[in-house]
């Protein structure tokens, strides 16, 4: 198991779970200084970057990309997949199908969405799932092509008003049934929407893809009440062999707080 850090690419102007450093230069390799094999690269616009420059710097520094993030769209842009304005979520297909695009540059790794499929609008819930399928059928067939994989992240009540538990997010891969798709478990949401974040990772494991790591209150794993032992333990005996990757809160001493972060989960992997 590896070690991952969400970083937000220079391209974006918001504030969100991931690490930014001083430009691209001074993020990677804060990121790599501070002991992680990868990251997840939180991009807006592909087309803004100089993807020589990025992939110069990746080799630099060793760390690998191991998914591409979508929530600067949302956070940024304001679009969703499920905006019932259907021009807003033309545009979403269509910069999402950009991501696909870039990721596919990187391999067979996830674009991840989350928050950027949107909040159903509470009088339109039955579009609401109908633009959600037709979104996700698109998707996946176009990742497809590109031998790009999908993950989707259930999350908590608080954040969307739909698919917020693990077995959420189970019967919406069975549904869409693309072999390309599958579940991005982060273990802030499971403590709030499962059982438990080792029970939610047993029972999504046939999916399982990708995983976030963030204590309670978005903390750094360790800096909360999360047992994280118990997540690497789950995580161990389901055989997952992929990154554990930070999204947290960026304090004010944000590299010494990922440092800390990828030190404590190094920590327990090591044991297993």
Not at 221 to 247: C, M, N, Q, W
Request: charge should be negative; glycine fraction near 8%.
């Amino acid at each position: 198991m590896k070690i991952a850090s969400c970083v937000l690419l220079p391209d974006s102007n918001v504030t969100i779970f991931a690490y930014r450093g001083n430009g691209l230069e001074g993020t990677l390799h804060d990121i790599a200084g501070a002991d992680y094999d990868g990251v997840e690269l939180f991009v807006r616009d592909p087309d803004s970057l100089e993807q020589g420059k990025l992939d110069q710097l990746l080799e630099q520094t060793g760390l690998e990309v191991c998914g591409v993030g979508t929530a600067v769209l949302n956070a940024q842009d304001k679009i969703t997949l499920t905006n019932p304005d259907s021009e807003k979520r033309r545009i979403a297909l269509q910069k999402s199908k950009r991501l696909i695009d870039f990721a596919a540059h990187y391999g067979s790794i996830p674009l991840d969405i989350g928050k950027f499929r949107g909040n159903f609008p509470p009088d339109r819930r039955v579009e609401g799932w109908c633009w959600l399928r037709e979104a996700f059928l698109e998707l996946c067939d176009y990742a497809a092509k590109k031998k790009v994989m999908v993950a989707l992240e259930p999350q908590e009540r608080g954040n969307l008003n739909n698919l917020n538990s693990t077995h959420d997010g189970i019967m919406w891969v069975e549904q869409i049934g693309a072999e390309n798709l599958g579940l991005l478990l982060d273990t802030f949401h499971m403590n709030l929407e499962d059982d438990s974040p080792a029970l939610g990772i047993l029972e999504g494991s046939k999916y399982l893809m990708h995983v976030h790591a963030s204590d309670t209150n978005r903390l750094a794993p360790g800096k909360g009440t999360l047992d994280f032992i118990e997540v690497v333990r789950a995580l161990h005996s389901v055989g997952y062999k992929g990154y554990l990757t930070v999204e947290i809160a960026q304090p004010p001493e944000a590299l010494e707080t990922a440092a800390f972060a990828c030190r404590h989960l190094r920590n327990i992997i090591t044991m297993y």
